[in-house]
Nanobody, 121 residues
Framework: QVQLVESGGSLVQPGGSLRLSCAASGSIFSIRNMGWYRQAPGKQRDLVATISSDGMTNYAYSVKGRFTISRDSAKNTVYLQMDKMEPEDTAVYYC???????????????WGQGTQVTVSS
């Protein structure tokens, strides 16, 4: 009923920039928080950044000052602008949203399929 589709993952050099996008589609009634998580090989999935429906943001300490999360609520889309990238940023990046679909009584977390980001020279 509801899908999240990420795009923008790629190979980038250290110090470079990349912008990820995630669009939600389907029978959407409302979306609360949206966010980005990442999972490096052999590690757990960790929070990168979240943004509420009224624009309040939260960042992992490791990306503060380098990454910026934003959203276009009219398009049900969330973005992650990544600057000054480091090899430690290499991971699969997943989009997440708290979605209330049409016909749902409550909000449920929905995940995207992930997009690979590799930072390497």
């Amino acid at each position: 009923q509801v899908q999240l589709v990420e795009s923008g993952g790629s190979l980038v050099q250290p110090g470079g920039s990349l912008r990820l996008s995630c669009a939600a589609s389907g029978s959407i009634f409302s979306i609360r928080n949206m966010g980005w998580y990442r999972q490096a090989p052999g590690k757990q999935r960790d929070l990168v950044a979240t943004i509420s429906s009224d624009g309040m943001t939260n960042y992992a300490y490791s990306v503060k000052g380098r990454f910026t999360i934003s959203r276009d609520s009219a398009k049900n889309t969330v973005y992650l602008q990544m600057d000054k990238m480091e090899p430690e940023d290499t991971a699969v990046y997943y989009c997440n949203a708290d979605v209330r679909a049409i016909g749902w009584a409550t909000y449920h977390p929905v995940w995207g399929q992930g997009t690979q980001v590799t930072v390497s020279s």
